[in-house]
């Protein structure tokens, strides 16, 4: 049954789209279906669809959490909080903390607050502190994973130092990318400026060198303490005085300059930051540091205990809460004190039948282990969730495509599972590649190609884009202009109009509403391919791009309403910020004290 599945995927009009599509079908089947049984069995599913688990992993989370909530011991009427509240309410709670901080006048806090760019203010704090909050919650088990940053921070600067491999092993790829660009500009431009090529000729052989003594440290010939040491002897052996930094007068000069420039200057900026010191000025600043970050660790550990009371005593819960509390739930300690999976994930389990995953390069450490839970899997010991096979996951997606790294994803889960998986049919844990893309015509994936395959490569990027990678047109396209006289053309309109910001915004918000209606109802068509057939394109096909919504989604909803021209907008300023809501804030202010200037002026 339809139940017996969870779908996961990145947003709630997706899975909405999703049980749509799948209704749609089911439906089509039952018109020519002739036989009984088949019929009950899809009117069951019909039925059984609106409680089907598709879904964002947060609903799943509350679904988790609403059908063993008594596990961990929460009220099970706690409800999803308004952002903006519980904004305000972390706020609240980082500062109490830090004001008990400066009354309990502990040795480690008061060196903390004496950095330079946290003396006169708190706010560089506070955001160092939720910073650190963010993501510890997008891993499981987040006491473990505090330990072992805290550990991380202890470990001296030598050649167990994770900080010093992983400055290593990125710095060698860095440099030999430079390396390589400086090589081709010289292959390219062989009237090059002399002056310039000595230049050019001496940060390449640098950064060979510098390249080959970190490979060396990588691979085991070269302690990774005496990589450093020789890096930094031969980066500081530089002079690098040819090229000016002003744009030289001879074009041709000043296009090897715009080239080479940021390349040396990249080098040089690199050079200062990691390999300005000797290995015991680091060990010495490390240890200053790491009292600094374990400081960090320690307020970090009082805001999540804090912060989660807070939270409980207003009923409310956060998208991290769903995650963690679902974590507590589906996870209990062995006698190791290590995680294995509690009985109510092995239930779960033994009932879903598939797990499929949308999106699965933009899941995030703690998602991928809740769903990994309720999959048909063996805790195996030493191995970390993400890692352990389950035999009944199946994930789609694309790491090329992970955008949301800032929103702490984890595209190296994605990445495991590609490398490890197998192509063989029947294998157990199989990697199938979807070469061909439906949505784009050829000229769009070609040039898309032409781009990523110079620039896409597995240490940057994490990806190489190869003939494997490529994008490969499986669309059957119509000629949208066949039989037309126009020509494909791009279309740049320069609106011309005086007056304010404000006034310049509306006209541009009518000439574009005014174009759009062309487009749809008026003299100037334009028609797109749907289900092979040419048809006029709809209001509901046109998007609008800006780069803020904010100050133009208002203008622009006024200006179309005017226009006759249907437009929904996305607002960013919240419910606060809406004109219906404002105006009646500006009421209330008018009544309050009539002297104020400014509401007076809105009502």
């Not at 006169?120 to 987040?142: G, H, Q, R, S």
């Not at 949208?480 to 007056?499: F, L």
């Not at 006029?536 to 791009?545: A, K, S, T």
């Not at 203008?555 to 021209?565: M, N, W």
């Amino acid at each position: 049954d339809i139940d017996r599945f969870v779908v996961v995927t990145f947003t709630n009009f997706a899975a909405t789209q999703m049980k749509e599509k799948i209704r749609d079908r089911i439906e089509k089947e039952l018109e020519n279906c002739t036989d009984d049984d088949l019929k009950k069995r899809l009117l069951r599913q019909i039925k059984l669809l609106p409680g089907a688990h598709i879904s964002t992993v947060h609903s799943f989370c509350s679904y988790i959490i609403g059908q063993y909530f008594h596990r961990i011991g929460i009220d099970p009427s706690m409800k999803k909080g308004d952002d903006g509240e519980l904004e305000i309410l972390k706020r609240e709670v980082v500062a109490d903390i830090i004001e008990r901080e400066y009354a309990l006048e502990s040795e480690d806090f008061i060196r903390l607050v004496s950095l330079r760019n946290i003396i006169k203010n708190d706010a560089p704090l506070e955001d160092w502190i939720l910073n650190t909050y963010e993501k510890v919650m997008a891993e499981p088990f987040t006491d473990e994973v505090l330990d072992r940053w805290s550990d991380i921070l202890d470990q001296p600067f030598d050649d167990n130092s994770v900080f010093l491999k992983d400055m290593i092993e990125y710095e060698t790829i860095y440099f030999e990318a430079i390396s390589n660009n400086l090589k081709n500009i010289m292959r390219d431009n062989p009237e090059i400026n002399p002056v310039y090529a000595e230049d050019i000729v001496e940060l390449s052989g640098v950064l060979d060198s510098v390249t080959d003594y970190g490979k060396k440290a990588c691979s085991g010939e070269l302690s990774y303490i005496s990589c450093y040491e020789d890096i930094r002897k031969k980066l500081n052996s530089l002079t690098l005085k040819k090229i000016p930094a002003k744009t030289p007068p001879n074009e041709d000069d000043a296009a090897i300059q715009r080239l080479v420039r940021p390349m040396e200057d990249a080098v040089i900026k690199d050079r200062d930051t990691y390999f300005f010191q000797s290995v015991s000025d680091h060990e010495k600043d490390r240890k200053n540091q790491a009292g600094f970050s374990q400081t960090i660790i320690r307020l970090v550990r009082e805001f999540i205990s804090d912060y989660k009371n807070a939270k409980i005593d207003r009923g409310l819960m956060d998208f991290n809460d769903q995650e963690q509390y679902a974590i507590e739930i589906l996870f209990d300690r062995d006698e190791d004190a290590g995680y294995v999976r509690s009985d109510a994930a092995k239930e779960l389990s033994e009932y879903f039948a598939e797990v499929m995953i949308d999106e699965y390069q933009d899941s995030n450490r703690v998602q991928d282990t809740i769903l990994w839970s309720i999959s048909k899997a063996d805790d195996e010991k030493g191995k970390k969730p993400w890692e352990a096979p389950a035999i009944n996951r199946f994930m789609v997606g694309d790491v090329k495509q992970s955008i949301y790294r800032f929103r702490n994803a984890a595209p190296e889960l994605f990445r495991y599972k590609l490398n490890t998986f197998s192509k063989e049919e029947n294998a157990p844990q199989r990697s199938i590649d979807l070469h061909q893309n439906f949505r784009s015509r050829p000229e769009i994936l070609f040039a898309a190609n032409s781009v990523f395959e110079k620039i896409m490569h597995l240490d940057i990027g994490g990806v190489e884009y190869d003939e494997s990678a490529k994008l490969i047109p499986g669309r059957k396209t119509i000629d949208t202009y066949e039989n037309m006289s126009a020509e494909t053309i791009v279309d740049v309109d320069r609106v011309i109009a005086e007056g304010t910001a404000d006034d310049r915004r509306e006209a541009e918000a009518r000439h574009i509403a005014r174009r759009i209606f062309d487009m749809v109802e008026g003299d100037d068509p334009v028609y797109i391919e749907e289900d092979k057939k040419l048809r006029r394109v709809r209001y509901r096909d046109i998007v609008i791009l800006s780069r803020t919504a904010k100050g133009v989604a208002q203008t622009f909803t006024d200006v179309f309403a005017k226009e006759g021209v249907p437009f929904i907008a996305e607002r960013s300023e919240g419910f606060h910020g809406t004109r219906e809501i404002s105006l009646m804030v500006e009421f209330l202010q008018v009544i309050d004290n009539p002297r104020q200037d400014i509401p007076l002026a809105g009502v």
